[in-house]
């Protein structure tokens, strides 16, 4: 088992500081079963910059046999320091 977010966020992973992990299944699919074959899909919904870093929300299912089972949110804080075009407008 590996995190379905790594290639949703390209970067350096130690700098990632987790903010919020929440799940639901998705109406009316089936619980998983032992020896379910899954597979998941993430995209980015939202980079928002802070004074800490960048907070970067990401969504992303899992499927089995085709369909949503489950619906995963999380939210990660990459720390550091990055260009504002703001500051300098």
């Known amino acids: 088992m590996k995190s379905i977010f790594t290639i949703s966020i390209n970067g350096n ?3 990632l500081v987790h903010l919020l992990n929440g799940f639901r299944m998705v109406d009316g ?3 998983l079963q ?3 074959v899954c597979r998941a ?3 980015i919904t939202s980079v928002m910059n802070a004074n800490e870093g960048k907070i970067i929300k990401v969504k992303g299912h ?3 046999q085709g369909m949503p089972v489950v619906e995963v949110i999380s939210a990660f804080l990459y720390c ?3 260009f ?3 500051q300098y407008v």
């Open 62 to 64: 899992i499927y089995c």
């Open 29 to 31: 699919a089936k619980p």
């Open 41 to 43: 899909e993430t995209c």
């Open 84 to 86: 504002r075009l703001s």
């Open 80 to 82: 550091g320091c990055f």
């Open 34 to 36: 032992v020896g379910d």
């Open 13 to 15: 992973l130690p700098k």
